[in-house]
């Protein structure tokens, strides 16, 4: 299968058709992959094997075979392939449709930017669909190859819910650190790019909440109204599932508390010292303030000037001035304004 790999690199069509990957789970953690030709002629597992199959939603072929090949009703087939990714799961008489999103963990990409897959399970088949690169189909595969992963589709199915969330804890614990470092900068440090990131911060815990919320409600309608083919110990991991979700949007709103306040703070210590900075100017200016009127007002340049034929009136004028400079600082001092 590694030849096949690259196709998950890029966002386009695949050459040999919509797929990406698949094998079959040979019912004891193992997987035998195999190409897009022989799932094409797949019609049904043996007892205890389950395909797999992992396809570009994106391509043209997808929803024709899914239609054609598989025999899904339409409404089914085109919610496999929407660009309407809300996470939702659907439960119907052939399957279960479950809508996920996880973590963007793809180089250079935003994580709250969010990937959907879409996931198709019915005893003995799995079908997951994507727009663009998602590791956790990736992790589950390495697992399986490994002889270590799920047994049954409802495994498969109950795992890459783990991993997707796991995923999503993984994200909230990073936004949590950054959020502990940015709180233990020294109070001088620049407040602009401290600002900018904060406001990362709470945009990605606006976006990751845009999903998140609806993700469990999804994993909760799953765990109550799941079909008879998933298992109890399943079910219970389903449920689990979604109360670490639950969990992970407190932890959201906590972030969002913290960034806020930490950026409250940041926005009144600027606040503090531009009022400082206006302060002082102002005594600066209260001081300067009758020393110039007065040399303004020694400088008109009208008859009658005092002390313009007294050679000693300068040095006068300069004392007088130093000692009005002296009282002013010592009523400034009086007054608790230095």
Same mark, same amino acid.
């Given at each position: 299968? @590694?030849?096949?790999?690259?196709?998950?690199?890029?966002?386009?069509?695949? *050459?040999? #058709?919509?797929? /990406?990957?698949?094998?079959?789970?040979?019912?004891?953690?193992?997987?035998? @992959?195999?190409?897009?030709?022989?799932?094409?002629?797949?019609?049904?597992? *043996?007892? #205890?094997?389950? /395909?797999?199959l992992h396809l570009n939603r994106t391509h043209p072929e997808t929803a024709g075979w899914l239609k054609g090949h598989?025999?899904?009703?339409?409404?089914? *087939?085109a919610l496999l392939t929407s660009e309407e990714t809300r996470p939702r799961a659907v439960q119907t008489e052939k399957g279960l449709l479950t809508i996920l999103r996880g973590i963007n963990f793809n180089p250079g990409a935003d994580r709250e930017d969010m990937i959907a897959m879409q996931i198709w399970s019915a005893p003995g088949l799995v079908i997951t669909l994507r727009r663009r690169r998602l590791q956790s189909p990736r992790d589950i595969l390495g697992q399986l190859e490994t002889g270590d992963g799920p047994k049954t589709a409802d495994d498969l199915l109950t795992q890459l819910i783990e991993v997707m969330v796991g995923k999503i804890g993984l994200a909230i614990i990073d936004m949590n650190d950054r959020i502990d470092r940015l709180e233990t900068l020294p109070d001088d440090s620049e407040a602009e790019p401290i600002l900018k990131e904060i406001s990362e911060i709470r945009r990605d815990c606006l976006a990751l909440r845009r999903y998140m919320s609806p993700e469990h409600d999804a994993l909760l309608e799953i765990g109550r109204t799941?079909?008879?083919?998933?298992?109890d110990s399943n079910r219970l991991l389903i449920r689990e599932s979604a109360d670490r979700l639950k969990r992970f949007l407190d932890d959201l709103d906590v972030s969002k508390e913290s960034a806020i306040v930490l950026q409250d703070d940041i926005d009144s210590r600027m606040a503090a010292q531009s009022n400082q900075t206006m302060y002082m100017l102002s005594i600066v200016a209260a001081i300067f303030l009758p020393l110039s009127f007065i040399t303004g007002l020694l400088g008109i340049n009208v008859g009658g000037m005092p002390g313009v034929d007294s050679g000693s009136a300068f040095w006068i004028t300069v004392v007088l001035l130093v000692l009005l400079?002296?009282?002013q600082l010592y009523v400034f001092r009086k007054l608790k304004w230095l």
């Open positions: 299968m @590694t030849d096949l790999a690259p196709s998950e690199t890029d966002a386009g069509t695949h *050459a040999e #058709g919509p797929f /990406l990957f698949g094998g079959i789970l040979n019912g004891e953690g193992g997987i035998r @992959t195999i190409d897009w030709a022989e799932a094409q002629t797949w019609t049904g597992s *043996a007892p #205890g094997e389950t /395909l797999w598989l025999d899904l009703p339409g409404t089914i *087939a799941a079909p008879d083919w998933i298992s400079l002296a009282l």
